[in-house]
């Protein structure tokens, strides 16, 4: 007699606690918060003056953790329709669900609170938030995870605050294009059976999938990140990509062995087509390499840069430095306008772009240097009438605030992606003697909380 199989039993997944929840704003990441048990409860995608029902994933000292489930009383400020299907899985846009007129206003309280706790309020006055012409559809350039999940291929981002690969396969807003070539791409690398990197073993082929795109000039440039280098499947990969998606004007592959979270490894090799992409941003044409930071949104980094020289109001003579130049972009739209310009960047590839742009756009009175940016400064030696900076959300530090305070130039005009950064950098601009001209927020990053805000600074 035949012995019937033994049944699995199935593990029984612990029951969240649920809470009910009344939304009083928003944190600086623009997710929902309320107040629970002694703590700060943190609902993604709920907005102030919503009652919603949250399952609590996590309970912390001071914080706590949760998953929206139900909205019981909706925000005026909610859209009609979700802003999007993934919105409460990839985390990535916690306010696409937001109407814009609403971020807005959060964003431009978000750069005034900021200010307002370290700087006298007589101080500054924030200029209205510059709006974004495009709202969705504006990220021009996109950083995209390939996994494997059960045999199944996911290409898309990871789930915020965490390792797990949400799988997108139109994100509202990627540039059509970038979404084009991910889907394409997701298919031809699941028909191929082409392995993908497992960092638990850390074996595999595939890493991510960079994709920038010209919207001006409606070309692409897509670079596969590969634990190792590879001759047979990403030719194959390379070359079905270009046929199917003829805006694809080149295919990288780059090396990243590391076992860490960096994305981009230092070995690259075209497999076809172009090194760069070139950009038309303004008044200026940009060469940009895969690995190069640009701005993501292309039509608001065009007004940024118009705004700064309108700022500047060169007369010709000047000489100005521009600080954490990346590839050139403000040190070019001021160069017309200025005696000579010198652009101090970090990233070696980004100072070959920027040269490589100085040349495309004719431009024979600006210098790069590859260097920190406090180090190349002191070593210059020269006394700039106008000083730009654009550095990373840390903000520009101590040291290299001290440094242009003992240079005092004329103006400074500082590009920030940080309100408390900046307000750190501005008050110690302020106690050294300098004041605050113009103050103007700028929405570069729409359903995210995420603002730019331009400052020009005088020597009082």
Same mark, same amino acid.
């Given at each position: ?70 909205? %019981?009383? #909706?925000?005026? @400020?909610?859209?009609?329709? /979700?802003?999007?299907?993934?919105? *409460?899985?990839?985390?990535? !846009? ?110 595999? %082929?595939? #890493?991510?999938? @960079?994709?920038?795109?010209? /919207?001006?000039?409606?070309?692409? *440039?897509?670079?596969?990140? !590969? ?120 990233? /070696? ?112």
């Amino acid at each position: 007699m035949m012995k019937k199989p033994t049944e699995k039993k199935k593990t029984a997944q612990p029951q969240l606690d649920t809470l009910k929840l009344t939304i009083t704003g928003l944190d600086n990441e623009g997710v929902g918060t309320a107040h629970e048990e002694n703590r700060t409860a943190l609902v993604q995608g709920a907005f102030p003056g919503e009652t919603v029902v949250a399952a609590v994933e996590h309970r912390g000292r001071t914080h706590m953790f949760t998953q929206l489930l139900k909205i %019981l009383r #909706r925000s005026p @400020l909610r859209t009609a329709q /979700p802003g999007c299907p993934l919105e *409460l899985s990839c985390l990535g !846009c916690p306010l696409v669900s937001m109407q814009y007129q609403g971020q807005l206003q959060f964003k431009q309280q978000r750069v005034e609170q900021a200010l307002s706790a370290l700087i006298p309020a007589g101080s500054f006055s924030v200029l209205p938030i510059l709006p974004a012409v495009d709202t969705l559809g504006y990220r021009t350039s996109a950083k995209l995870v390939f996994a494997r999940k059960r045999e199944k291929l996911f290409l898309g981002l990871y789930r915020r605050g965490s390792h797990e690969v949400v799988d997108i396969a139109e994100c509202p807003v990627h540039h059509p294009l970038i979404n084009r070539i991910a889907t394409i791409v997701r298919n031809d690398v699941a028909r191929q059976q082409v392995s993908v990197y497992n960092p638990r073993h850390q074996r595999g %082929l595939l #890493r991510y999938l @960079l994709i920038r795109v010209s /919207p001006a000039n409606d070309r692409a *440039l897509v670079t596969f990140v !590969c634990h190792d280098r590879d001759y047979q499947e990403l030719p194959k990969l390379a070359k079905k990509l270009v046929k199917k998606v003829p805006e694809v004007i080149g295919v990288h592959q780059n090396i990243n062995s590391s076992s860490g979270n960096v994305i981009i490894g230092n070995e690259s090799i075209k497999l076809l087509g172009h090194p760069d992409l070139i950009e038309q941003v303004g008044d200026i044409r940009l060469h940009i390499a895969p690995e190069s930071f640009f701005q993501v949104n292309t039509r608001q980094a065009a007004r940024m840069y118009a705004l700064i020289s309108d700022w500047a109001a060169l007369g010709g003579k000047e000489t100005l430095v521009d600080l954490f130049c990346g590839i050139g972009g403000i040190a070019l739209s001021l160069a017309k306008g200025a005696r000579s310009v010198i652009g101090i960047e970090v990233v /070696p590839e980004a100072v070959r772009n920027a040269k490589a742009n100085a040349a495309l756009n004719q431009l024979n009175n600006c210098r790069f240097i590859a260097g920190d940016a406090t180090a190349e400064l002191e070593r210059l030696a020269i006394t700039p009438d106008l000083v730009t900076v654009n550095p990373p959300r840390k903000g520009c530090g101590v040291e290299l605030i001290r440094h242009l305070l003992k240079l005092r130039p004329a103006q400074i005009i500082y590009v920030s992606c940080d309100p408390a950064t900046l307000a750190i950098d501005l008050k110690q601009l302020l106690d050294g003697g300098y004041r605050i001209k113009r103050l103007q927020p700028v929405d570069m990053f729409p359903q995210t909380a995420h603002i730019e805000t331009l400052v020009q600074l005088v020597s009082a």
